[in-house]
């Protein structure tokens, strides 16, 4: 069984059938420093979703969101007034939270949009309350707010488990730990 619930498609001969082959889309990216995070550069935040989005072209999910020919996203660090602010007048919920991401779904073209915004402390604090690495968290969070930005969402028990393991899996692909794994 994958990690995802599904068992991979078998062939007639009951042999697992080929996998998933597709491109990745093409990313664009702009991030914007509202809160200066020497850790987090640039290049970093482009490679974790650009490897978020090469894994999940092979996952049978992908195929839900076709045609996908581009990602187009904003990703904006922040500190916590901003994300308290942001989530009180988008959400209602007067506090920073750790990633908030605005989905805005396909274009005709089938270019997905999106803005993912990071609040640095509340990620900062988060990492050390669960004894997680700053990175390892970050690129969690990253991955979180992309996979929202191309509609995928956790308000039910399955969606959870599904998005989740989507998330493992593309973690996993970096070599970070499953951030769900109790420790």
Known sequence: MSLNGVSPPRSVSGKRAPAICQPPPRLALAIQYAT????????????????????????????????????????????AEEGRSLNLGYRERDYATNVLTFEYGPDPDGVWHGDIVLCIPVLEREAQEQAKDFHAHAAHLTIHGLLHALGFDHLEEDEALAMEALETRILASMRIADPYEIR
């Open 36 to 79: 200066p995070e020497p850790r987090l550069p640039r290049a970093r935040l482009r490679r974790w979703l650009q490897r978020a989005l090469a894994v999940l072209a092979q996952q049978p999910a992908w195929e839900a969101l076709q045609p996908v020919n581009g990602v187009q996203l904003t990703l904006r660090l922040v500190d």
